[in-house]
């Protein structure tokens, strides 16, 4: 009878503990989901009227390989790029670099015609034969995208260009406006006394190092991993937080456990729309950046309609209306003519200032001693070895 | 009885013969050549692995701790006390833990986030000062995995303190055992064994915890675990996870031997049938 009890009782934990496994596996097969799902848009072509002949791809599909809700498809996106060429867009979705690489390796090739990898990644998938060089004569708009996006090396190979500048975004000195009386200018306000316990640092390897590179005068893309890890321990004192998520921060920082800290130009320049009292600079060391690059896919089905895409996604008219879209966390745009157009108030959500264009280090492709190197220097920080 | 034997074999003697001969390969990835060079990397750094080591076995223990002064008054109030409604109890207690553990996690936030409720409740009393908050400190982190464990001590107790037999203690009473001495020399070396079943499955994923921690420990939110996820997240290096959840392991192993050798020293005869 009590063997019994002691049983149900031990069941019921199980029970209880499978429930919890489940619970969380339904909700990364939620997040799963969407990777496999392809996105198919009517082809609701007006065929009342007699443009056909002026569309000069009636009836062809292009397959765009992309993060779900990340810009491209955004119905207007769709719609614009249907109504200018007569295609048919259709969308697989990734969910990271390295799913992005698979899906293209395992049978995209072929399949897909343009896909979105990071920089970063360019060089590699080069290598392996999945993207080719993109013909810049195709595209009219590049002509707007600003010239130090172009002169980044990791969207080159061999002098050819393989990633084409769409939209970028900073990690800047983010501050709380109640708690200083004047803009901060410098990252050395992470390592001033006067901030004891009240630093919120991205939990983030690369970010870390190239940050305090840029404080040290080094050169963010090889520094010296001795004085960055000096560095990163004597800021510690200042430390409250070292945040994993835009969550985290923001969490901290409305609570006001955190006043300063750096901080995702976009996400902080969400938390001023919503009436936060934050600040965002790139200070004068300069600040840690990223691009988003579209590629042309290797034996793309249709490598014209390809670069038709491209030039459609960094034109100055997608641009603006993904940029003045409130629900549409476009981040800034690099083609400069389109930031140009842009209001006031959403040059500032977005944080699109072109002046913070050239004071950005673009992160580039680390390779596997490096990322182990960066990893392990932040760990021993965050463990407080001295 | 092949089936099962085949399962054991499958589910947990395959997997652990993987996790050792996986650490004993040279990163990245699981293709490398068998050369050991993580344990050397690990080892050659003592004041990194040992102290985060070191620190997930005492927050994993006194977390266990915890539970069990939690624990053992809620088990034995069901048992003793609750009869009619019991059900209804277990299920509170089970009910809140099969959310997501996040969400539990961003509840405990709110609770002791500076001005929040438990931290308003201290300053009443006087034990702290306004403004102050438990939050990004070690002591969040001891907080929020002994209540995210809690259920699981709750149950093996219940079920210890539900068998000690109601004639047991009548008749240490009619021997002259005043409350204390009935407690301290019949009820509590009875629910030792419900206490070392709580021990295993409270302490072994305690003293594992990452997410926990990196949410609510600030600065010390830093555990071992979180050495061995970043090490697969951020640069894919699974023999230095392997090698190091090796160590976590036999780590755990040879505390959890050495709690219950203690134990059966501290409670002579309480742990039949155990050697």
Redesign the interface.
Known sequence: MKTRRYASLLALALAGALMLAACAEDEADDVDEVTDDVDETTDDVDDTTDEDAALPFEGETLTVLNWNDYGSDQDYAIAGFEERTGATVEHVYHSGGEELREVLRTGGVGEIDVALPNPTYVEQMQEEGTIEAVDPDLLDNLDGVYDDFLDIDDIYVDGELYGVPWVWGSTGLTYNTEHFDQEPTSWGVLWDDEWEGQVGFMDSPVEAVMLTALYLGDDPHDPDLDAVREALIDMRPNVELYWGSSDDWTRAFTTEAISVGNFWAGDAGSMMEEGEPVGYVIPEEGAAGWLSTWSVVADAPNVELAHAWIDWMISEEFLVEWAEDPTGNAPAPANELAQEQLSEDVKARIQAYPEQVEDLAIMGSLSQEEQQAYTDLLAEVKAGVQ | MLPSALLLLALVVVPLFLLVYFGLLA??GVDGPVTGEEWARIAGQP??YG??LVRSLVLGLAATVLTILVAWPTAWALSRHVRRLRSLY?ALV?IP?????LLLIYAM?VLI??GGPLMAALTGVGLAEPGD?L??TRWAVLLMLAYLFL??MV?AL??AV??IDDTVLDAARSLGAGAWQRFRHVVLPLTVPGMLAGLVIVFTPAAGAFVEA??LG??D??MFG??IS??VS????QPRAAAMSVILLVAILVLLGGVRATLRRAFPGALRGGR
Request: glycine share 8%; net charge positive.
């Open positions: 990163g990245p004041d990194l102290r985060l277990l089970i833990h099969l959310t997501s553990s936030y986030a500076p908050t939050l990004f259920p699981f149950m219940y079920a539900e068998r990196r949410i600030g600065t939110g830093m979180t050495l970043e090490q951020r640069v894919n290096n």
